[in-house]
């Protein structure tokens, strides 16, 4: 069964500074999708940014962007330029074929002022 | 155009008792999937289903079940309830059942007593 893992529980940043969040999975195919997700305090889970496994460009999105290393099977968030309103949880999730997801159990993001 | 809806919000039910989940897709979307997620851990796969078929099925026992509605809406069963299974109940919409993007409900938080 595939499996996603997020080692930090939790970790802090201050405003403005840049963070990594870790994620590895496991998974014996070679076309997959990987996303992260933020989910507030409020709940609602949205998505941050996905990669195609077939891609070898790296995601970008503004301030979010990913380091996807296939033959590793880590797929990094970065955070730049951190703001208050990044606090969250952030989950890692990986899909094969839209049917079923697997998601990591997740990493706290605090932010500093 | 309304988000994904989930109903009720709060719910506390007795062991050995069953209940039922509802979910409004956002309009035009026909995939539904439903998720369970425990404190601190991630999302867990439950179900999927896409024009009123189920797509996908994760590890969960028999007592729960799903169906989705000709108006795409759904509704997640769980018979027989047991403590475990308290948690936040998720439903996320998509155009189709290969989107890349899943839109989030705010969820049902169940608790059992």
């Known amino acids: 069964a595939q499996t996603v893992t997020q080692s930090q529980p939790e970790m802090s940043v201050q405003e403005a500074e840049t963070v990594t969040l870790s994620c590895t999975y496991d998974?014996?195919?070679?076309?997959?999708?990987l996303f992260w997700y933020k989910q507030p305090p409020s709940r609602q889970m949205i998505l941050v940014i996905r990669q195609e496994a077939y891609k070898q460009q790296n995601a970008t999105e503004n301030r979010f962007s990913v380091n996807f290393q296939k033959a590793a099977k880590s797929f990094s968030l970065k955070i730049s330029d951190s703001q208050l309103g990044d606090a969250a949880m952030y989950f890692c999730?990986?899909?094969?074929?839209?049917?079923?997801?697997?998601f990591g159990s997740g990493t706290k993001l605090n932010v500093k002022p | 155009d309304a988000g994904v809806t989930q109903s009720p919000t709060h719910l506390i039910k007795t062991r050995g008792q069953q209940v039922t989940l509802r979910c409004s897709p956002i309009?035009?979307?026909?995939?539904v999937s439903w998720y369970q997620q425990v404190l601190g851990q991630g999302p867990q796969f439950i179900f999927q289903?896409?024009?009123?078929?189920?797509?996908g099925r994760g590890n969960f026992p028999d007592r729960f079940s799903a169906r989705q509605f000709p108006n795409y809406s759904s509704e997640l069963n769980v018979n027989a309830l047991l403590l475990g299974d308290s948690a936040l109940y998720l439903c996320?919409?998509?155009?189709?059942?290969?989107?890349?993007?899943?839109?989030f409900g705010p969820g049902t938080r169940l608790t059992v007593t």
């Open positions: 289903y896409y024009e009123k078929e189920e797509r």
């Open positions: 309009s035009g979307h026909k995939s």
């Open positions: 998974t014996s195919e070679s076309d997959y999708y």
């Open positions: 996320a919409s998509s155009i189709r059942d290969s989107a890349y993007e899943q839109y």
């Open positions: 999730a990986y899909t094969r074929d839209f049917n079923k997801f697997y």
